[in-house]
């Protein structure tokens, strides 16, 4: 299923070529881009009422008329589904909307893929105008890790299915490094959730067993849990900390002042 935002397709005209890794999307990034946008050998209309079939190939963005492609028919096999997601990243404006737009010299492959897989999902106009672009231009790689899970409202409302695909496009866009934090944590709750924001009637983005480990990244003030007030930024939200032990990098902002031992907040 594929839900687009921002649902336009650039002309990129007198911009200089990309730096760093310039493609194409690696096997790890192609597995996150057909996972989430699921396989449809059939014509189907998705929620948002976009004809589509295949890995996301919305007749919207293109032209539907079948052989698709003028090779492949229709039903797809896998194969030829593969084979036009492959042509889609390389002719739509997804693969070269990263050339174009990124000018951080050392962007990798795992970087690259994860950022085709968020302009793949929601335009390439997204990624031009985030944050994410800009911080990631200026060489601050944590900082626009942080800023793929503030994409996931469609319709002015936070869905589930958005929040579960930008964490695993952060995740594989930290996978060969670019992300360091030495503050982590364990979770003594029997389940943690974690939430767009730091309060405890944020919508819920993740949710930790006790025992996970956690990443963390920032320590903010929030609403008040049984007399505490921080929470800690993980990667697609923010979880109450006083459910977190620290078992690495404590002090200054790395502590949770005190912890108790269940809660599901």
């Given amino acids: 299923m594929k839900l687009i935002l921002l649902p336009v397709v650039l002309a990129v005209v007198g911009l200089a070529n990309g730096a760093g890794y310039n493609g194409p999307t690696n096997p790890a990034g192609l597995e996150l881009i057909k996972y989430y946008e699921g396989w449809y050998p059939n014509f189907y209309t998705d929620p948002v009422g976009i004809r589509t079939i295949g890995y996301g190939h919305a007749c919207h963005v293109w032209d539907c008329s079948v052989p ?4 492949y ?3 797809l096999t896998l194969a030829n589904g593969q084979n036009l997601l492959a042509d889609d990243l390389v002719n739509g404006n997804y693969e070269s909307c990263i050339r174009n737009y990124n000018t951080y010299t050392g962007l990798n492959a795992d970087q690259f893929s994860a950022l085709v897989s968020f302009t793949f999902n929601l335009g390439c106009g997204s990624f031009q ?6 911080l990631l231009n200026a060489g601050n790689t944590l900082g626009a890790s942080l800023e793929f899970r503030k994409w996931i409202n469609a319709g002015g409302s936070p869905l589930l299915g958005l929040a579960r695909r930008r964490e695993s496009e952060r995740v594989l866009f930290c996978q060969s490094g670019g992300c360091p934090t030495t503050c982590r944590g364990r979770v003594n709750a029997d389940t943690l959730n974690c939430r767009k924001d730091p309060n405890t009637s944020a919508f819920v983005v993740a949710s930790y067993a006790n025992g996970a480990t956690l990443d963390i990244f920032e320590r903010v003030t929030g609403t008040v849990v049984n007399g505490n007030p921080n929470w800690f930024l993980v990667g697609p939200g923010y979880v109450s900390a006083v459910y977190v032990d620290i078992t ?10 005190f912890n108790e031992t269940s809660s599901d907040v």
């Fill in 68 to 71: 698709l492609n003028g090779r």
């Fill in 73 to 75: 028919s229709v039903p």
């Fill in 129 to 134: 105008s985030s944050t994410l672009r800009t």
């Fill in 248 to 257: 690495a990098g404590g002090g200054g902002w790395c502590a949770s002042a």
